[in-house]
């Protein structure tokens, strides 16, 4: 199907900026895992081919956010303009909340290579067939896996953590729920979880539980921060009265921005 895009958007900018880790680029192509499905993607200008419906699209990559309004919110100075020029089109996605939250848990002191490793494997172990890929690890299959099965995935330390969110989860807990509250309140409820501080809570929130004006701290925003608003002490707190209500775009950006420095 091809699609043509009236609103902003730049698929690798989206896909290549550390908040999902189960898409590969394969030529001029995306190929990923979501929602148990194999879906392949190429963007070229306003097109975006896909074998996926528009509403899946739309909704996945938050197509539905007016961008063009977010961004010029967070236009603010002259130190951030050129990061959202920049980057224009870079898209926060709409993530399942139990999958963000494993990988974010996963995530904690790790790089993105790893993480990505990670998760393929326990998917390669624990998820079911798809294709010739596999699906993210229901929350009864990871909470039914022994720690030693678990660790063998890579996991080290985090084997408790993951083995006990999945129980949580696999016993009833509402996490989409959590949407429904304010920040702070969902927060306070994710920060229950084993092997969920701050960050992790953060992107958990931003990522997959709508709450658009999380602002997760960190090595990379930290760095980012210190270096362009020296001013700044509490970053956490800084990044959300500043940035405001999308205070969570502007974070993405600025972590992304990061990234890129780091590896030029």
Known sequence: MRIRLSVPFHLDHTLNSGQVFRWKKIGDRWEGIVTGKKISLFQKNAVVECDCDRNFLFSYFRLDDNLDEILSSLDKDEIIHPILMDLWGLRIIRQDPWECLISFIISAFNNVPRIKHIIETLSKTYGDPSGSEFTFPSPHSLATASLGQLRACGLGYRDKFVQ?????????????????????????????????????????????????????????????????????????????????????????????????????
């Open 164 to 264: 006990t969110t999945a129980q949580i989860i696999d016993s009833g807990f509402p996490l989409q729920s959590l949407s429904s509250m304010n920040y702070r309140d969902a927060k306070k409820s994710l920060l229950r979880f084993p092997g969920v501080g701050h960050k992790v809570a953060d992107c958990v929130l931003l990522f997959s539980l709508e709450k658009l004006e999380a602002f997760p701290c960190d090595v990379n925003i930290k760095t980012c921060i210190r270096h362009l608003y020296p001013h700044c002490s509490d970053i956490n707190t800084f990044g959300r009265d500043y940035f405001g209500a999308y205070a969570g775009y502007a974070n993405h950006y600025l972590y992304h921005y990061q990234r890129l420095k780091k590896n030029r």
